[in-house]
């Protein structure tokens, strides 16, 4: 996966402090969806997931 694209969307979001009731969406092209790539990163030694749809999931390389 490439990690860099992987932190530039983290960074990208903008999270609330309230917890929101929401549908699942892809974090990069919030597009709602049923099921997606569970994504599970290192990030300044926590572990960090972000969910993507298969088009994301592809754009954002499948493996290292
Ligand atoms: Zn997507």
Known sequence: ???KL????V????????PE???FRCARCQRYMRK????WFDYK???CEI???RE???????ED
């Open 1 to 3: 996966m490439d990690k």
């Open 6 to 9: 992987l932190l530039e969307t």
């Open 11 to 18: 960074q990208s979001w903008h999270i609330k402090l309230k």
């Open 21 to 23: 009731y929401r549908g």
């Open 36 to 39: 997606a790539w569970h994504v």
């Open 45 to 47: 030694g926590r572990k």
């Open 51 to 53: 969910h993507l749809c």
């Open 56 to 62: 994301c999931y592809k754009k954002y390389g499948k």
